[in-house]
């Protein structure tokens, strides 16, 4: 080991680091060329050397070959694919931080680390950024991501809809172990359950990945839309699936689809909703899997301008548990994701460390903090809640305000380009004018090409630019693009007139080619 060569290559990466950032946002190509790919593909070890080649030549090799080739994702204001945040100045900050102090967030342990009282405020601050009442959820935790947080959130359902019908019937008095304890084909006898149900509109891939991974399995999904918007809940449907005897069911919503970034209800219709499974008892889950974007137009609940999607967040309250991302709309680092629950004991009935004394706080918790390895999936954890923590002291409401108002803006600016456009469809079909953008249209566009050949690479050519780059979708059976405003770094003038470009200039190559 070389003390002084080891630290000549750590600022070396901090000086690429601070000069990489210090580049406009709109500076930044979204992808990287094919030559810097090959590069970096050809570059990589074929075998573990038997003699390590030291930290120098290893920085090199990062800095001058890997690097170049890596996508601008969380750099470039203009990389719309995924739902992808950024990371902001002052996550950036924390993140530096979490790397270099390394904390294993797992223990409560208040009188050696600040790590999981950090991450128990940083919480209870997105709370009231959400506009919950943070004592209304005191089951809470950080995970690496909306898909864990959904694996997390269908066993706590799993527990709660599978107990409760043990507890009717149990009429002894005698107590019954958990599905935790009992696993889940034991519990479902003495629960005389044959089947469980999810009961949803429109479901996300990763949510029907999560029923399979706590034993449901993916066709478990009943689908209850109405017929003409299969996203909205068709109440009678919901209410004759809620009443099958013998299977127990969790109700997930989705606080905006992936394609259009519609809501599944709207307020009253949350009310309704939320009516019917108190009586059955069934699981209220907010499925946000990968679209916990939805959730945060809560933040928008005071300005007039975006009171149609506020009330697609209206009544989230009422729901058992909500599950979401925080490498979005938050625009904290990969990974993180969170979860927040009104029943406490649920997620400890599922996540406990049982006969592991060394995993114990051992000493009574006051301040009734959970140890976080007790009430999730990691006993393992990164300390990915600081950045969370960093952005909410640095920016407040109002710069979550500011935020999602650029994002939603730039948003409604590139639909009324797409509506006008005599080339393209804005999608759904039924968003013909511009009061309908103006009202519904919240951080996703969805357009396609009136001509098909055009329409089956135009996700590949817009992505060709380097300048931008979105997502391809399938909508009613046919291709699509979708674009998703989700950095921190939007703005709506600069980067509504590059898209614009970008898309002007495809199509008129397009026509040259075919003229």
Not at 11 to 19: F, G, I, V, Y
Not at 135 to 155: C, K, M, Q, Y
Not at 288 to 300: D, N, S
Request: charged content about 20%; aromatic content about 8%; proline content about 4%.
């Amino acid at each position: 080991m070389n003390h002084s060569a080891d630290q000549s290559c750590l600022k070396e990466s901090q000086r690429h680091a601070q000069e990489t950032v210090s580049k406009s946002a709109s500076s930044h190509s979204t992808l990287p060329e094919a030559a810097q790919l090959q590069k970096a593909h050809s570059s990589l070890l074929d075998s573990l050397p038997e003699h390590g080649y030291g930290v120098e030549k290893t920085t090199r090799h990062m800095l001058e070959d890997l690097t170049p080739a890596l996508n601008g994702q969380s750099l470039s204001s203009r990389y719309y694919g995924f739902v992808t945040g950024g990371i902001t100045p002052a996550a950036r900050v924390a993140e530096s931080i979490v790397s270099t102090y390394d904390q294993n967030v797992c223990v409560h342990l208040p009188e050696q680390t600040v790590a999981t009282t950090v991450e128990d405020r940083a919480l209870n601050l997105l709370l009231e950024l959400l506009y919950f009442v943070p004592t209304e959820w005191p089951s809470r935790t950080f995970t690496t991501g909306a898909t864990a947080s959904n694996i997390v959130g269908l066993a706590c359902g799993r527990e709660y809809i599978i107990n409760e019908a043990i507890r009717k019937r149990n009429t002894t008095g005698v107590n019954i172990e958990t599905v935790g304890e009992n696993g889940l084909l034991a519990a479902c006898r003495a629960a005389d359950i044959t089947d469980v149900q999810i009961l949803t509109t429109m479901p996300h891939s990763s949510l029907k990945k999560a029923a399979s991974v706590v034993g449901f399995g993916r066709t478990c999904f009943h689908e209850v839309g109405k017929a003409e918007d299969p996203l909205e809940f068709d109440l009678t449907l919901l209410e004759e699936r809620l009443k099958k005897p013998h299977i127990a069911a969790i109700v997930v919503i989705s606080c905006s689809e992936v394609n259009t970034g519609f809501f599944a209800t709207h307020g009253y219709d949350q009310t309704l909703v939320r009516s019917h499974f108190v009586l059955i008892q069934a699981w209220v889950g907010v499925g946000l899997t990968l679209l916990a974007f939805g959730l945060f137009a809560r933040v928008l609940r005071n300005s007039p301008d975006y009171r149609y999607v506020y009330s697609g967040t209206v009544g989230l309250e009422l729901a058992d548990s909500i599950a979401g991302d925080g490498h979005k709309l938050i625009n904290v680092p990969y990974d993180c994701g969170f979860y927040f629950s009104r029943h406490q004991d649920m997620a400890h009935q599922v996540f406990q460390n049982p006969n592991a004394a060394y995993l114990s706080s051992g000493k009574p918790n006051p301040d009734n903090i959970q140890s976080p390895l007790n009430i999730g999936l990691e006993n393992s954890r990164r300390f990915r809640a600081l950045p969370v923590y960093a952005n909410l002291m640095a920016y407040g409401r109002t710069g979550y305000v500011d935020m999602l108002h650029r994002q939603v803006l730039f948003a409604r600016g590139v639909a009324g380009y797409f509506l006008r456009h005599e080339a393209f469809d804005l999608l759904p079909t039924d968003l013909q004018t511009e009061t309908m953008i103006a009202e519904r249209i919240y951080i996703i566009v969805l357009f396609r090409a009136k001509d098909d050949t055009l329409n089956s690479e135009l996700v590949k050519r817009l992505n060709a630019s380097s300048q931008m780059y979105l997502s391809g979708t399938i909508w009613q059976g046919r291709p699509a693009c979708r674009i998703a405003a989700a950095n921190w770094q939007i703005g709506y003038n600069d980067d509504d007139r590059a898209v614009r470009n970008v898309v002007e200039e495809v199509l008129h190559e397009w026509r040259h080619e075919h003229s």
